[in-house]
């Protein structure tokens, strides 16, 4: 194992450290940087009134061979969000310690009224443009971001001709090398333009083996029960849009779509339930499968838009999208293994009006959502014979928003706005895990929802922001009428969640320095988590405050080094007596989070980055499932380098470069027998890419 780290350390590393001091003062000149899930207009970065990351097309480029998972790069690279669980479901990782609405393309691929926790990783990173992460609770998209939203803007058609990009690549375990431990992908997509038609379309395959940990035993395929794995599956993305451009090109017409399947294929997937439920287990990987189907998750999208820039002196976006969202979860001991599916058709409508009224001439951006959704959950086979199920829900929604952004001179920005959601939902008759008839009805609600936000320009570089958000969710009704003690669904109609955010926070930026810090308070009144002891959901009062920062700076023209830092504290009324007497559990709350990254280009044709990723301790006052055991801190360092060879560019990756030997948070905060696998042991990756 030591010979063959070397051989990858050598390889990424060796060529360039020496020449550390060559002069590379010629840098490019990017791109500005825009932004649209903050108001739903493109904006640029550095104006935006919020706390925003957004993650570009080459920031994920260089993630990609360290990882292809979505919510590792996520819990890598933005503050506020929680580490990476190494898995393909997003369970566990929360924004600001609630959950978040994930949108690709604008169309919902988050499943609140039973979340299955797949929308993240539910598309391959090669189909992707940029990544927005909006930190905190959001009305402007509204249907469930409470902890803030994740916009994935898939690739778009390129001008000029047609233009052909393919990727190969190959991974395994550097602590057990061996053959069904190897990853193979592949990936190649083609974009251009003809007349008023242009187009791009690209298609991704990944075969993932095996993974070990830094001991070399084979960790389960699924190593949190029924959360989902990523080892030993294959999955595929095919993506593609076509657009049509006229009125010279003040209107666009297009329609776009992917599709996405991840199916595990182990033959580890099984874990062994029997035995002492206390015993340290600490890899285990059992051989066989204990599941009547084969886990995973298949999302289909299709999307329609038609903008014009200049109707009436406003701009207009209007779209259409219908998607469906299959998961099946990994069968857990005692219960029937189960699906989610999930069906929507919906439309947005966004509006921007530029309003010339004297001294302060602002911008209104104004319109109105309607959604579908169609979810249940069913037993893929009653392993179990038992009256367990689960209701039936049709939700329709529909609201309408407005919002202002008003520059105050040369001194600032101020972005208000409201918004009004109105939702029903129809559930059928269903019976409680206890056998108990829940009757079928319908619930309604109606929610108004503010945000007011601001900057001040202190100076060129120096901003000043904060403000006020509201978010409404009605997240896992399905769930809360099955484990609940209701005798009616209609009963449950006060279950929903409305969050209040708050924010301060400052940003420098001189073109060599950057960085920011920012605190906010999220409260709720009816927050969801587990009960004590059980996977049944409670909703109780809860408050939730933070501490996020970032830091970049180019110390040569070559060489920059910067990282993130979040802090959280979140704290539950478990009594409901004003007191907030119980910390929330660490599948809420994780702990102090630390990042670094280094980054250097001693030639133009081979760029290094060093990262390190930080996971503290934290010993939760807490009763609720997922947080009465403490959490261990680790460290883990990351490694990739490219290097231009030929007609392309070779790329190297090393995941967890000094083989730590750690168990991931999610593992810790479930503390189970069979959630107490450890995390994959140094992983290397090569790939060759090329355009033509």
């Known amino acids: 194992m030591k010979s063959k780290l070397l051989l990858f350390c050598s390889a990424a590393l060796v060529p360039g450290w020496s020449a550390f001091a060559q002069d590379t003062s010629d840098t490019e000149v990017m791109d500005t940087i825009v932004v649209e899930a903050d108001n739903r207009v493109e904006t640029p970065l550095d104006e935006t009134t919020r706390s925003v990351t957004v993650l570009t097309e080459e920031d994920l480029k260089v993630q990609r061979p360290v990882t292809r998972n979505i919510g590792d790069i996520l819990g890598t690279t933005v503050p506020g969000f929680s580490p990476s669980n190494e898995l393909q479901s997003d369970f566990g990782q929360t924004l600001r310690g609630r959950t978040f609405l994930t949108l690709i393309d604008g169309v919902p691929q988050s499943t609140p009224l039973r979340d299955g926790r797949r929308s993240l990783n539910s598309i391959d990173p090669d189909a992707i443009e940029r990544i927005e992460i909006i930190r905190g609770g959001t009305a402007a998209f509204g249907f469930g971001a409470t902890g803030g939203l994740i916009n994935i803007v898939t690739k778009r058609p390129k001008e000029g001709d047609l233009q052909v990009n393919a990727r190969i690549g190959v991974d ?56 989902g794995g990523i080892a030993d599956s294959n999955s595929i993305n095919i993506y593609g849009k076509v657009g049509y451009n006229f009125d010279n090109d003040r209107q666009r017409v297009q329609v776009g779509g992917f599709y996405y399947d991840f199916s595990p294929n182990s033959d580890f997937a099984g874990i062994s339930f029997a035995g002492d439920p206390d015993l340290d287990i600490r890899t285990p990987a059992t051989f066989g499968n204990a599941n009547p189907v084969d886990p995973g998750t298949t999302n289909s999208n299709v999307v329609m838009e038609y903008t014009h820039e200049d109707l009436f002196g406003s701009s207009i976006k209007a779209q259409a999208y219908y998607s469906n969202i299959e998961t099946v979860f990994g069968i857990f001991p005692g219960f029937n293994q189960t699906l989610i599916q999930s069906e929507n058709l919906g439309g947005r409508l966004t509006i921007n009006t530029p309003v010339p009224v004297p001294v302060l001439p602002f911008t209104l951006t104004w319109g109105i959502d309607a959604l579908s959704d169609e979810t249940q959950q069913v037993a893929t ?102 484990d609940g003690t209701f005798t009616s669904a209609a009963d449950a109609d006060s279950e929903a969640q409305r969050t209040n955010s708050f924010e301060a926070g400052m940003r420098y930026n001189d073109g060599r320095f950057s960085g920011s810090i920012v605190g906010f308070l999220s409260t709720s009144d009816n927050g969801t ?61 994780p702990p102090i989070k630390v990042t670094g990254f280094a980054n250097y280009q001693p030639f133009d044709w081979w760029d290094a980055r060093l990262q390190v990723t930080h996971v503290g301790t934290r010993e939760p006052n807490s009763t609720a499932f997922g947080g009465t055991s403490d959490i261990n801190s680790y460290t883990l360092v990351d490694l990739y380098s490219s290097f231009d060879i030929g007609p392309g560019e070779l790329e190297i990756g090393v995941k967890n470069l000094l083989n730590n030997d750690y168990t991931p948070l999610i593992n810790q905060a479930f503390d189970l027998s069979f959630s107490n696998a450890r995390g994959p042991g140094i992983t290397g990756s090569i790939a060759y890419r090329v355009s033509f």
Not at 174 to 189: G, K, W
Not at 406 to 434: Q, V
């Open 172 to 227: 395994n375990s550097l602590t057990r090398f061996v053959a069904d431990a190897f990853t193979y992908e592949a990936s190649a997509d083609l974009t251009g333009r003809t007349g008023p038609i242009d187009y791009i379309g690209g298609v991704s395959f990944v075969s993932r083996g095996g993974f070990f940990d830094a001991d070399g035993l084979r960790i389960p395929s699924d190593p949190v029960g029924v959360q």
């Open 381 to 482: 086979a009653l392993t179990i014979p038992t009256l367990e199920t689960s209701p039936k829900a049709d939700q329709l929604a529909i609201a309408g928003f407005g919002q202002v952004d008003i520059p105050i001179f040369d001194y600032g920005k101020i972005s208000a706005g409201i918004r009004h959601e109105r939702i029903r939902i129809d559930l059928s008759d269903s019976f409680t895990d206890t056998g108990d008839l829940v009757a079928g009805g319908r619930q309604n609600f109606s929610e108004t929802l503010f945000n007011a936000t601001g900057t001040i320009y202190i100076t060129e570089e120096l901003d000043l922001y904060g403000g006020f958000s509201q978010g409404f969710t009605v997240a896992e009704v399905i769930r809360t009428i099955t």
């Open 529 to 589: 988590t587990f009960e004590p002891g059980t996977i049944d959901i409670q909703r109780l009062p809860e408050r939730i405050t933070g501490i996020e920062a970032t830091a970049s700076a180019h110390v040569f023209d070559n060489f920059e080094i910067g990282g993130t830092f979040t802090w959280q504290r979140g704290r539950i009324d478990i009594d409901d007596d004003g007191d907030f007497d119980e910390d929330l559990p660490s599948t809420r709350i």
